[in-house]
């Protein structure tokens, strides 16, 4: 087939496909996302704890400018299967925080593929990958994430078909302002290219969307700070989210959530201000 379906057979050979990379857990990107999200202080001295998910700040893929595609990422192949489909998104990850890595600490990413499947749903062909990821520290392992990305096809608009907006019951809620500043600088920290999220022009002429798309991992990360306000003395153990519908710079939105009657489990979403879910998530707190 055109769209590189054709490969499915030689994508799955890709599982069990392994790398490794080292870092530091340097304070600046910790200081500069804290700016980034308008928070009043930063973890920013040696042995400060860094909040969960904000190890997405690390281990980030440095590609010369040569190699990358036209949408920004880098060209396919590499240690990810060469899928041919041109869209892709990070669909959701599962979490488990087994402690918290420091300002200073020096840390090693251990990957691997543990699935490649291909499916065909109403707007064509789809290749889910599926990546472990471990994370060591000082302790040992420290994070344990199983992280979705799924490709697709061009074919047709970007957006979804319209759903019926949920009216739900929030213990805690703030309203988000996507501005393209924040979208840009959210890019810059993690270095991520992909146009999408800062390039109008590309993201509206050549993918179809109304607008800059708001980061995924953004929406997870705006979610767990939320929760860290509202509950600031309680630890999160497990966290996972699932995007279900893009959300852009043209409107507000909200992150919402609500302490489950367990004590331990929070029920999490992104929504726009009519209540049109973009993201659903749970954590699960330490006990």
């Known amino acids: 087939m055109a769209d590189g379906t054709n490969?499915?057979?030689h994508l799955a050979e890709w599982v069990g496909r392994q790398e490794s990379r080292d870092d530091v857990i340097a304070a600046a990107p910790a200081v500069?996302?804290?700016?980034?999200?308008?928070l009043g202080a930063a973890p920013s001295a040696q042995g400060d704890a860094?909040?969960?998910l904000w190890h997405w700040l690390y281990f980030l893929p440095v590609v010369r400018q040569s190699q990358?595609?036209?949408d920004g990422h880098p060209e396919r192949g590499g240690f990810l299967p060469p899928v041919e489909l041109p869209r892709r998104m990070w669909a959701g990850s599962q979490l488990v925080f087994h402690h918290p890595l420091s300002i200073g600490e020096r840390v090693r990413r251990d990957s691997m593929i543990t699935d490649v499947r291909h499916k065909h749903g109403r707007s064509g062909h789809l290749i889910f990958v599926v990546v472990r990821h471990e994370i060591h520290g000082s302790r040992g392992c420290a994070i344990t994430e199983d992280q979705q990305i799924v490709y697709r096809g061009a074919a047709g608009p970007a957006t979804t078909a319209a759903v019926e907006p949920q009216q739900r019951t929030?213990?805690?809620?703030?309203?988000?302002h996507p501005d393209p500043v924040l979208l840009f600088r959210y890019s810059a920290l993690t270095f991520n290219g992909h146009r999408i999220h800062y390039d109008r022009p590309y993201a509206m002429d050549a993918e179809g969307y109304p607008g800059l798309v708001v980061h995924g991992?953004?929406?997870a990360t705006l979610l767990l700070d939320a929760l860290r306000d509202a509950h600031p003395d309680r630890t999160v153990a497990r966290f996972e989210f699932r995007a279900q519908r893009p959300l852009f710079d043209?409107?507000?939105f909200m992150v919402a959530g609500t302490l489950d009657s367990d004590d331990r489990t929070c029920t999490l979403w992104a929504a726009d201000l009519a209540g049109t879910t973009a993201m659903d998530a749970q954590a699960i707190l330490a006990a």
């Open 250 to 252: 043209t409107a507000d």
């Open 7 to 9: 490969d499915f057979e």
């Open 68 to 70: 990358l595609g036209p």
């Open 170 to 176: 929030a213990g805690w809620k703030r309203v988000v």
């Open 32 to 38: 500069a996302l804290a700016a980034t999200l308008d």
């Open 50 to 52: 860094l909040p969960p």
């Open 217 to 219: 991992p953004l929406l």
